[in-house]
C-alpha cells in the first residue's frame, strides 16, 4: 500500500508540474501571435490598460464606429485642445518678443543734447 502511494503521489506531483508551466508558459508567452502579446498590442493602440472584458469590448466598440458619436466628440475636443494650446503657444512667443524688444530699447545708452533755437525772422508788409 505504501508504494502505491509513493507511486501516485510521483504521478500527481509531475502532473501538477506540467500544469504549472504550462499555464506559465502560456501566459508569458512573447510569440508573435500569443494572446499576451496582443493583449498589450491593443493596450498599446488604446493608450490604455484595458483591465476587464467590458473595457476591452467599449474600446472594440469605439475603433468599430458603433460609437461614432462619442468618437467625433473627443475628436472635436482634441482638436480644439490642441488649438488652444497652438494659440497659447504663438501669444507667449510674441509676448517674449515683445518684451525682449523692450528690454532692448530700455539698455540703450540715451545722450541728451540741447540745439539752441535761433530767433525768427520778422516779416516785412
Do not use: C
Not at 1 to 11: D, Y
Not at 82 to 94: D, N, P, R, T, Y
Amino acid at each position: 500500500m505504501g508504494e502505491e502511494l509513493a507511486q501516485w503521489l510521483k504521478e500527481a506531483g509531475r502532473r501538477a508540474a506540467s500544469a504549472t508551466r504550462e499555464a506559465r508558459s502560456a501566459s508569458e508567452d512573447d510569440s508573435y501571435n500569443s494572446p499576451a502579446s496582443l493583449h498589450r498590442y491593443i493596450e498599446e493602440l488604446a493608450g490604455r490598460p484595458l483591465r476587464s472584458h467590458a473595457e476591452l469590448l467599449d474600446y472594440l466598440r469605439e475603433v468599430a464606429g458603433s460609437q461614432p458619436h462619442a468618437h467625433r466628440e473627443l475628436e472635436r475636443r482634441r482638436l480644439f485642445r490642441e488649438m488652444i494650446l497652438v494659440g497659447l503657444l504663438v501669444v507667449s512667443a510674441l509676448q517674449y518678443y515683445y518684451w525682449d524688444v523692450q528690454l532692448q530699447i530700455a539698455a540703450l545708452k540715451s545722450v541728451h543734447t540741447f540745439v539752441p533755437m535761433r530767433a525768427p525772422l520778422e516779416k516785412k508788409i
